[in-house]
């Protein structure tokens, strides 16, 4: 039997409902929708559809729990449950990775490889973390001793986006849990299956009932609005499109909310002549087409200095050819569907575009021939755009590229910057202080010099601009979930 029977045959769809203060629970209205399977369009399950009734009951829940069992923990307690959360993941990466690639459409490999193992990650690293954890203490001559202390926010509110779903909740999850907090957590409408399964996880690993909760649903008028008006939610972390950002945010305003913010990019890939061009293309593919184009660090601009600009165009249409594009779980797929039939439209809408706006589809472009269903759009390059065309200056978030070259460093620099996003950039260089110089002048969060998506979870990660507000990872994390309190004693 294949390895993909194999899989499909143990692992089925699960129906999603809400987790509140411990429990399962159907919606008060007993309302659902559909779960779609991107690859097959086929209806997998129901999901049960929550709004301002069961926001309302997961608030409460995250409210009381923060007074129970949870705040008398010991860093040492909070650590060994963060771990057990880690390992059962581990333990169920088969089944998490199957049920994430029918939900996303990704394929089954890289969920196996990536998305669950960082989730595991996530946790592990963060139980690490908060067990070596000091503040800050200052003497002040022989007049005072100054020391802060870290106190939970209080409950989360986490939206999340659909392109990356458990890794990206537990990114979240693991340091508010790390810190004391209580959650209310709302995965994206299209991927709420590894969610549901996590809750049980948690409960499993000892989180008391009530510090996480799970709602399904939508954003506007639904779930999602209800989480960010809630006056009982103390801080609001969401990953997702710059323009739900801004609506989130206006959101919050009245009851005045902490917020965290991880948006949208349109990314600058700077390849300069003298980089080697063979580890530039390996790497380009995945900054290109991984996860379907579908991640917001992907290198969706692609900048080219001009005396290896045919070559790289060869060379990269030439492999780009060569990656496997179909059922997420075919052995060797390196490229599935995207999200939705309403992305699906849009991408593909960004491609006539280019065409209409003077663009040459090199390749891609189309589905896949002789596939009839599924949201497959071939990875696609566009050359012969000028910098100042929407599909360079757009989010797309799907298999597209678009490639330009370019004389002279302040040229790539400028158009680098032209943009109201700035979250991440990859240059390609051997030389040495041009790689610090073109990284000092790029105006984004995270900047990678000769790779890509190279991730140290200690590191700041967040973006500029509108691409996001603060930074997580290791200490910023803490900074965002917890609030500093400073006690001066006189001496
Ligand atoms: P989205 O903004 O449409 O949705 C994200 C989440 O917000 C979903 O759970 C959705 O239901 C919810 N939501 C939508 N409107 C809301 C509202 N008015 N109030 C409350 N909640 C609301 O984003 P998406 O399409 O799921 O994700 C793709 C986008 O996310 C891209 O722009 C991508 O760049 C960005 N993204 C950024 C990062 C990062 O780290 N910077 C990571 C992943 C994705
Ligand atoms: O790797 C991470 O920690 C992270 N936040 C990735 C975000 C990817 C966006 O799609």
Redesign the pocket.
């Known amino acids: 039997m294949q390895v993909k029977e194999k899989i499909l045959q143990k692992i089925q769809p699960i129906n999603c409902r809400h987790f509140i203060d411990g429990q399962y629970a159907d919606s008060i209205n007993l309302k659902t929708f559909d779960n779609i399977n991107p690859a097959t369009e086929e209806v997998m399950g129901q999901v049960a559809e929550g709004g301002k009734e069961e926001v309302d009951l997961a608030v409460a829940a995250a409210r009381k729990a923060l007074k129970g069992p949870w705040k008398d923990l010991s860093a040492r307690e909070r650590s060994s449950i963060l771990r057990k959360i880690g390992d059962l993941i581990l333990d169920r990466v088969e089944e998490l990775a199957t049920l994430e690639s029918m939900d996303t459409g990704k394929p089954y490999q890289m969920a196996l490889e990536i998305d669950i193992p960082r989730a595991a990650y996530n946790f592990h690293f963060f139980a690490d973390y908060l067990t070596s954890m000091g503040t800050e203490a200052y003497q002040q001559d022989q007049a005072a001793l100054h020391y802060s202390i870290r106190r939970p926010v209080g409950v989360v509110g986490m939206?999340?986006?659909?392109?990356?779903p458990l890794l990206?909740l537990t990114w979240k999850l693991a340091p508010c849990l790390a810190a004391g907090n209580t959650a209310v957590m709302?995965?994206?409408?299209?991927t709420p299956m590894s969610a549901t399964v996590l809750a049980e996880i948690c409960k499993e690993a000892g989180v008391p009932d009530g510090v996480i909760n799970l709602v399904h649903?939508?954003?506007?008028d639904?779930a999602?609005?209800a989480?960010?008006e809630h006056p009982d939610v103390d801080a609001v972390t969401?990953?997702?499109?710059?323009?739900?950002?801004s609506?989130?945010m206006k959101?919050a305003a009245p009851t005045l909310k902490k917020l965290s913010y991880?948006?949208?990019?349109k990314n600058p890939n700077i390849i300069f002549a003298d980089s080697d061009l063979d580890e530039v293309i390996e790497t380009t593919l995945k900054s290109s087409f991984m996860n379907q184009g579908?991640?917001?660090?992907c290198g969706s601009r692609i900048y080219v200095e001009r005396p290896v600009y045919d070559e790289f165009l060869e060379k990269f249409v030439a492999e780009t050819n060569k990656l496997q594009v179909g059922d997420p779980f075919e052995e060797g797929t390196k490229v599935g569907a995207v999200i939705s039939k309403e992305h699906y439209t849009r991408v593909n809408g960004y491609i006539e575009l280019a065409k209409e706006e003077g663009g040459k589809i090199l390749t891609g472009g189309t589905r896949p021939e002789g596939v009839d269903k599924g949201f497959y759009i071939l990875p696609t390059i566009i050359s012969g755009l000028g910098p100042h065309a929407r599909c360079v200056k757009e989010?797309i978030?799907g298999p597209v590229v678009t490639v330009l070259p370019f004389d002279t460093e302040e040229e790539v620099i400028e158009q680098a910057n032209d943009t109201h996003y700035g979250?991440g950039t990859t240059i390609w260089t051997n030389d040495l202080r041009r790689a610090h110089r073109v990284a000092h002048q790029i105006e984004v969060g995270i900047i990678w010099v000769n790779t890509w998506y190279l991730r140290d979870l200690r590191t700041p990660?967040?973006?500029m601009k509108q691409?996001?507000i603060g930074r997580e990872g290791g200490m910023h994390s803490f900074d965002f979930y917890s609030e500093l309190s400073n006690i001066t004693i006189k001496l």
């Open positions: 939206i999340n986006p659909w392109n990356l990206l709302k995965p994206a409408e299209w649903g939508f954003g506007p639904s999602g609005s989480i960010t969401f990953t997702g499109e710059t323009k739900t950002g609506a989130i959101a991880e948006l949208g990019g579908e991640v917001c660090l989010e978030f979250l990660f967040g973006g691409s996001g």
